[in-house]
């Protein structure tokens, strides 16, 4: 545990003594003069006038001074006598004035009252307020080193502030399935007591970015009528060891009271990395994953309080918040299907104007692969084109182009291309198409462009599958090898020179015949044996390798050989069909883009002839 310190009430202290200081010096001051009634000087024959009217209240003469009130004893005057005025006395008595001592100092009570508590007032409630702040900084004075900021930083929603429902999230029905039921208990927990079911104390959403996990957890809000405290796993990460800790206590505490209720972490990652024990470690953020634990298992999951939490790297998260009783659900949210895609299309698609005649289903294929973060941002390009172009709404060419800027970067309008170098991209890309076409199980080709595109490519080739692929075969996956291979081969075989342009391409078919080789068990001679473990499945799926150095050389003979292997059977697919790589290539120089049917349309009519 740490040590508790007590917020220094220091700087108040300074505070009150200060006032105090300046409240003496105006009382010194400037008070006096503002408090002491005010004398009027009136010449003597004022006086004189105002004894004959009987308009005297009281008098008191000193020397020559006289200073008098009028009958009402409301205003004080001040006049100088006339010394041979002898009958004054007499005449003043005659007229009923009150020979008194006249106080021109204010009262004791009121000179207390005003020059004391009233400036001590607003004094006062500045001190309160600023006591308040200092207080809050401190996170209700709780763990606080040099009295910086703090608090838990937990947000309390209010249900219908995020107005997110579940009808919001589309696709992911298993997620929303398993995420009703907690809902479900919240709303009505008798039901699950009666047959005496537990409440899983927390929910894992796993999944790669972008795939709604935030967006689910928001819908939760939404849809349980209960207080959602929302914080990020980053904002747990503090400088001083024992800040953090401090914020998950602060946050539970919180929760217990408002139970039930939800609190959701999101990229819990942040602080749930596993401990171990290299190095020094991190002090800080073992202590917060401790409190953590800790209070996960100290809550009572009858009381309603449920912990969310989001995360794309569920493989570096610590074994212990995992078991059951603390994450004890752990809820996947993949990349959207095909059926996926095309809600999650719809529901993006309600918020911008589209042409009646679209047709969600052709862009979902083009999307293959798509996160819902990137569906929604196709869908808002589609509609900044159509912007773009004056028209009011978006057309289903808007949103084919905008896949296309998703997936290759917008098109470059500077002609960058030399004529040369355009003709030897047309021939790549049709070298792509048409070993793919050649091949009976390769997909067939939606566009093809050699319109250079920001993200760098000169030109590309744009595959749709007619479904979603759950398991390849080695056969598929060769040929695939044999696809990446056919752009340089078209090269080599018309120019007989390579260029650079090939070199992503390299990079896939390797990966791809690495993958072969060392995971999925499809190279005969080694076996049904892994030699790669793939980390991080959520966020590019890094392979490590777990082999000897003598295995790792044969496993890259092993990649090279497939790799050459579909190479050869590239080019000599190529030669076969040189009469329709020329074609096809001359049709895409001229036109720059060719549609698939058009592709086909060519490549028949070659076969025709
Ligand atoms: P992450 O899984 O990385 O937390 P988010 O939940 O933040 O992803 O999603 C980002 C955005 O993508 C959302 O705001 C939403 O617009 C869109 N989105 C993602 N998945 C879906 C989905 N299943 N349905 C509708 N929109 C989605
Ligand atoms: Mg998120
Ligand atoms: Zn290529």
């Known amino acids: 545990m740490q040590e508790v310190k007590k917020p220094s009430k220091k700087p108040l202290i300074y505070y009150y003594v200060m006032t105090i200081l300046i409240l003496m010096l105006l009382n010194a001051t400037l008070f006096p003069s503002i408090l002491e009634k005010k004398v009027q000087d009136v010449t003597y024959d004022v006086f004189m006038s105002m004894t004959y009217d009987r308009n005297v209240g009281q008098v008191q003469i000193e020397g020559d001074e006289i200073?008098?009130?009028?009958?009402?004893?409301?205003?004080?005057?001040?006049?100088?006598?006339?010394?041979?005025?002898?009958?004054?006395?007499?005449?003043?008595?005659?007229?009923?004035?009150?020979?008194?001592?006249?106080?021109?100092?204010?009262?004791?009570?009121?000179?207390?009252?005003?020059?004391?508590v009233l400036p001590l007032l607003p004094f006062l409630f500045i001190g309160y307020f600023i006591n308040r702040k200092m207080q809050k900084a401190m996170g209700g004075g709780e763990g606080m080193m040099f009295g910086m900021g703090g608090g838990s930083g937990a947000k309390v929603y209010v249900p219908s502030s995020t107005g997110i429902r579940f009808a919001d999230v589309a696709g992911e029905d298993e997620a929303k399935e398993l995420l009703h039921e907690i809902v479900d208990f919240l709303h009505d927990p008798e039901k699950y007591r009666e047959i005496g079911a537990k409440l899983p104390k927390g929910a894992l959403l796993v999944g790669p970015p972008g795939t709604g996990?935030?967006?689910?957890?928001?819908?939760?809000?939404?849809?349980?009528?209960?207080?959602?405290?929302?914080?990020?796993?980053?904002?747990?990460?503090?400088?001083?060891?024992?800040?953090?800790?401090?914020?998950?206590?602060?946050?539970?505490?919180?929760?217990?009271?408002?139970?039930?209720?939800?609190?959701?972490?999101?990229?819990?990652?942040?602080?749930?990395k596993k401990r171990d024990g290299q190095f020094s470690g991190n002090d800080e953020r073992e202590q917060t994953l401790n409190q953590l634990l800790t209070e996960m298992d100290g809550f009572d999951g009858s009381k309603g309080v449920v912990v969310l939490a989001a995360t794309n790297r569920p493989d570096s998260l610590d074994p212990a918040?995992?078991?059951?009783?603390?994450?004890?659900?752990?809820?996947?949210?993949?990349?959207?299907?095909?059926?996926?895609?095309?809600?999650?299309?719809?529901?993006?698609?309600?918020?911008?104007?589209?042409?009646?005649?679209?047709?969600?289903?052709?862009?979902?294929?083009?999307?293959?692969?798509?996160?819902?973060?990137?569906?929604?941002?196709?869908?808002?390009?589609?509609?900044?084109?159509?912007?773009?172009?004056?028209?009011?709404f978006a057309t289903q060419e808007d949103l084919q182009e905008s896949v296309e800027v998703v997936i290759a970067g917008y098109q470059k309008k500077t002609r960058v291309l030399s004529d040369q170098e355009k003709k030897i991209v047309a021939y790549h890309e049709i070298g792509h198409a048409l070993v793919a076409a050649m091949q009976t199980h390769s997909a067939p080709v939606q566009k093809i462009?050699?319109?250079?595109?920001?993200?760098?490519?000169?030109?590309?080739?744009?595959?749709?599958?007619?479904?979603?692929?759950?398991?390849?075969?080695?056969?598929?996956?060769?040929?695939?090898?044999?696809?990446?291979?056919?752009?340089?081969?078209?090269?080599?075989?018309?120019?007989?020179?390579?260029?650079?342009?090939?070199?992503?391409?390299?990079?896939?078919?390797?990966?791809?015949?690495?993958?072969?080789?060392?995971?999925?068990?499809?190279?005969?001679?080694?076996?049904?044996?892994?030699?790669?473990?793939?980390?991080?499945?959520?966020?590019g799926g890094d392979a490590s390798l777990t082999c000897s150095p003598e295995t790792q050389t044969r496993l890259d003979q092993k990649v090279m050989e497939i790799v050459e292997t579909q190479r050869q059977k590239a080019l000599s697919i190529l030669k076969e069909n040189e009469d329709k790589l020329h074609r096809l290539a001359q049709y895409l120089y001229d036109h720059e883009t060719i549609t698939g049917q058009e592709f086909m349309t060519i490549l028949e009519q070659g076969e025709r002839e």
């Open 321 to 392: 918040l995992l078991r059951p009783g603390r994450f004890d659900r752990r809820i996947p949210v993949e990349l959207p299907d095909l059926q996926g895609r095309v809600e999650i299309l719809k529901v993006h698609a309600k918020k911008i104007r589209l042409a009646e005649d679209v047709d969600f289903e052709p862009i979902a294929k083009m999307a293959a692969g798509a996160s819902g973060a990137e569906l929604a941002n196709i869908v808002n390009e589609a509609a900044l084109r159509a912007v773009r172009d004056g028209r009011k």
């Open 449 to 539: 462009t050699i319109i250079p595109r920001t993200s760098g490519a000169l030109g590309y080739t744009l595959q749709v599958d007619d479904g979603d692929h759950f398991l390849m075969s080695k056969e598929e996956l060769m040929n695939k090898i044999c696809t990446y291979t056919g752009g340089r081969a078209a090269e080599e075989l018309i120019f007989h020179s390579v260029t650079t342009g090939a070199s992503n391409d390299i990079e896939q078919a390797t990966k791809l015949a690495r993958a072969m080789v060392s995971q999925f068990g499809m190279a005969d001679e080694f076996g049904m044996v892994a030699f790669e473990t793939v980390s991080n499945q959520y966020l």
């Open 213 to 272: 996990k935030t967006l689910l957890a928001k819908a939760v809000a939404g849809e349980a009528n209960v207080p959602f405290f929302s914080i990020a796993g980053s904002e747990f990460v503090e400088m001083f060891v024992g800040r953090g800790a401090a914020k998950v206590r602060d946050l539970f505490k919180q929760a217990n009271e408002k139970a039930p209720c939800i609190v959701f972490i999101d990229e819990i990652d942040t602080i749930g």
């Open 67 to 116: 200073t008098f009130t009028d009958k009402a004893e409301e205003n004080i005057y001040k006049t100088v006598a006339v010394s041979s005025d002898q009958g004054l006395v007499d005449r003043l008595y005659e007229s009923g004035a009150q020979f008194q001592e006249i106080d021109t100092q204010p009262g004791l009570l009121t000179s207390i009252l005003v020059g004391w």
